[in-house]
């Protein structure tokens, strides 16, 4: 339902979104995860047809953003929950989209009701309200016109923990009543916990991409034994390779299984033996966000 | 002996989300294949000049100006003054202070980022401006209308009160001058909006433009010859006149007109239409 086309956009020396290819499948929620200043925001702006591109295409429901058919009524779209007039009141926001979409006025107070926003506080101008509340209205402002397809830029930034159950829980029902869902995080765990399909881009380019269970299965094993060098040598005349831990421990590519037979062969006590965890995705992360970091400090 | 006190949490007051999540109900029907209709952007416009304080604190603010002047020119020489006179005073602070109301229809969604939100409900970013121009020359329209109104009241009532033998003498001319006056000024403000879609830029340059004129007009001989075809605030002055402009000043008028809306209009739609939504 999203197709994106080796899209590139550059500024001047800078490519803020390198040479990137995707789908985003409907009745599936997308995690485009990567850190701050990855390109996530620049590629869905290009999406939403408010960016030029430099080269390739982004197309949605089939067609470039720019030329559907009243879109509002398509795509649902929050890219930064802070862009509002600070003088309007929130019911007015929902009400000037409604007009342009088109839909009944009673929608503005079912999605008031819906994101939980008090009549009181709906009245309020926009100026007085938290992120919180401003993440709740532009969520209240993309469902407005019952798209068929969501792009949310970080909308979980500024809720609570509670709210962003409540943002997974909506995410989830949409997507499984047959929805396009795509949205961005800089946060692991978030997009782990409501994602199916996983693209995680850094530096503007796509480093990984595949459903959750791909990227987060084939971590291999953790193991952690009295004698891991003995462990480790073992398993070397196995054929299994296996790498010291950080923390202590080997990380082993291979079943647990395969694991505690050979060191039951080799007669090494363990301490623990399990499945790897999303290692794999978590570090080559990690990696990403630091070298993001240093970047930062340098500059 | 010494009390502890401990200060009671306070309650938020922010609401939030409900415990669950619901998703919303789908709209009845098939979803629109039509694009959406010119006069619902129209009418979307007319709103946002409205519904901030800023905008209606601007309308109240030449409605105040109006009042203020046809209140001095009433009791001025015991008002005094034929009707046209009085129309002028409603007309040149209106004139004034209109374009402004073009300036933030344009920059507004640019300098409060609404366009992120305009401009993906109606990517044909050139509609959404034409709406706003449309929007902002009806507003225009029904100042006038408005202030030719009050004028005429206030005419009447110093005839009334005052005992003023009246003059309601004034042509169609004069009528239609006054009114291209205001609406050329307007769609000045809407012309600097779009080329610079800066609120504070777009205002200041319109407000400096004419004094420069004026400044520079006075220090270097050439340039006085300049403005008498560039100037647009000398040029649509004769507008007031407008029966006896002559062949020259209609040409200066119109030079000035190309120049500082036309061209302005005709960059800034194509640059609204590449710049970058952010």
Redesign the interface.
Known sequence: MIHVDRLTKRYGPFTAVDDISFDVKPGQVTGFLGPNGAGKSTAMRIMAGLTPATSGTATVLGRAYGHLPNPGRHVGVLLDASAQHAGRTGREVLTLSAIMMGVDRRRVDEMIELVGLTDKEAARRVRNYSLGMRQRLGIANALLGDPEVLILDEPANGLDPAGIRWMRDLLRGYANRGGTVLLSSHLLNEIERVADEIIVIGHGRIVAQGTKDELLSGAGTYVRSTDDQALASALALEDVSASPAATGGLHVDAEPMTVGQVAAAAGVVLVELRAGDSRGLEEMFLELTAATAREEVAA | MSTTVTAPISPTT??????????????PGE??????PFG??L??EL??MV????GRWLLIGIGAIIAIALTIMFFNESGHHRFEEYLQATTMPMAILLPVVGILAVT?EWS?????????????RSRVTWAKFLGAMLAGAAAMALSIALAAVVHQAAITIQGYGGDWSIDGDTLLGASLFVLLGIAQGLGFGMLLRNTPAAIVLYFVLPTAWAILGDMVSWLDGAASWLDLNRTMNALFLVDSMSGEQWAQLGTSVAAWVALPVAVGMWMLH?A???
């Open positions: 922010e609401s939030a989300l409900p415990a669950t999540a619901k998703v919303p109900e789908r709209i979803r629109p294949t039509a694009g959406i619902r952007l009418a979307v709103r946002k519904d901030t304080r800023a507004a409060q980022r609404t366009g992120l939100v305009t401009y993906t409900l109606e990517p044909r590449r970058e939504v952010k």
